[in-house]
C-alpha cells in the first residue's frame, strides 16, 4: 500500500488517501472506505478530474497521474458500517447555505448511494433485522442526506437520522427493521431526502412469519424395562430454531403433573437448539395407560403440542394347575384343595 496526496482540480482542499494499483485499477482509500477509482484514458470532462502525487518517499522523484473518477464504480456493501458518523446540524454558515441549495443533474450525478433495494428474506416477528444504506458525496461541497423514518413505526431503531456529509466522503445510515405484525410479502418504500429538497427511495421487501421453534419428536412414549427399580422415566425433546431471532418458550402444566418438563421455560437462541428433559411419573392407574398432551406455548408464535404416552408392566401371576376337581362332596360338607400363584414379573402383585 502506498500513501498519495490527492487533490481536486475544482477544490484547493487536500486529503490523504491510501492508493494501491492492481493492474489498471487504481483503489483510494479514505476512512477504511473502498472508493474504488479505475484508471482510464481521459474522455471529455464529466465529472471531477483528480491529480495523484506520490508522497510514499519524498527524497525519490514523485510521480503524477490523471485520472477521471468513475462514480458509478462505487461499491456499496449491505454488511458493512462505516463507524465514523457526521453531524446532522452545522453552525457554519457556508456550510449550512450549502446544505439548504437545490443541486444541478450534474451535482447529483456526482453523489453515490446504496443499495437502493434490499431484501430481508423470511423474519421472525419483533426480530431485529439490519442493513447499512451508504452514501458517497464527490461534489465539492457538503450535502445534508436524511432517512424519513418517523412515519414507519418498524424503522424507528434506524441511525443516525440524518447526516452532513463532507465533499468527498462517504457515510452510512444503518436502516433498522423491527416488524411487529405477520405479512407474507412486505413491501416498504423508504424515503430518504438530500438537502431537504430532493427526494428518492429505497425499497424493503420481506417475508414476516411468527416465531417458531420445531421439535425432533411430536410423540412420546415412556416405558419401564422389568429389570428397573426406578419410578420415573426420562426422555430428551429437542426444541430447536431456524428463524433469525431468539425465540421464548412456556410449558403449560398443571401442578402435580404425571409428565413433567425441565426446564418449563425458556429461550432458544437463533439457529441452535434447545434439550429438554419430559419426565414420566406413573399415575396410581399407570397399569392401564397413562396419556396425555403437552403444551408449549411460543411467544409470538403457534403453540406447540407433544403427545405423551406411559405404561408401567404388568404383573403375570402363573397358577400351578390349570384346574381344580373336587370330586364327589355331600350336601353341608366342605373340600379344601390348595392353589399356588406364581410371579413371573419383577413387579409386586396384589
Known sequence: ???????????????????????????????????????????????????????????????????????????????????????????????LNAIETELQPEELQRISVGPTYHDFGSCFILSRNQFSFSCYNANTNPIHVEIMHEYISQLHQTNPKSQIIPPNSM????????????????????????????????????????????????ILSFKFNEN???????????????????????????DNPVFDVKPRRGTVKSNTFNSIQVIYKPSDEAYKKDEEILTCQIENGNDIQIRCTGSVPQPKLVPNIKEIDFGCISIGNNAVQHLSLKNQSKNTAL
Open 171 to 218: 457515510a452510512s445510515f444503518e436502516i433498522v427493521f423491527v416488524p411487529n405484525e405477520q405479512i407474507s410479502k412486505m413491501k416498504i418504500p423508504i424515503v430518504y431526502k438530500i438537502n431537504k429538497i430532493h427526494e428518492f427511495k429505497i425499497l424493503v421487501t420481506g417475508e414476516i412469519k411468527p416465531c417458531e421453534l420445531k421439535v425432533d419428536k411430536s
Open 1 to 95: 500500500m502506498r500513501s498519495f496526496r490527492v487533490r481536486s482540480l475544482n477544490d484547493k482542499n487536500n486529503k490523504k488517501f491510501n492508493v494501491s494499483r492492481k493492474g489498471d485499477n487504481v483503489i483510494i482509500e479514505e476512512n477504511d472506505v473502498n472508493l474504488g477509482i479505475r484508471m482510464k484514458e481521459l474522455p471529455p470532462v464529466k465529472m471531477d478530474i483528480y491529480e495523484i502525487k506520490d508522497n510514499t518517499n519524498t527524497n525519490t522523484n514523485k510521480q503524477g497521474g490523471m485520472f477521471e473518477f468513475d462514480i458509478n464504480n462505487i461499491e456499496h456493501n449491505p454488511n458493512r458500517v462505516i463507524k465514523k458518523k457526521y453531524p446532522s446540524t452545522s453552525m457554519n454558515l457556508k456550510e
Open 228 to 254: 428397573s427399580y426406578d419410578i420415573t422415566s426420562t426422555e430428551i425433546l429437542k426444541l430447536k430454531n431456524q428463524g433469525n431471532s431468539d425465540v421464548n418458550y412456556n410449558f403449560i402444566l398443571t
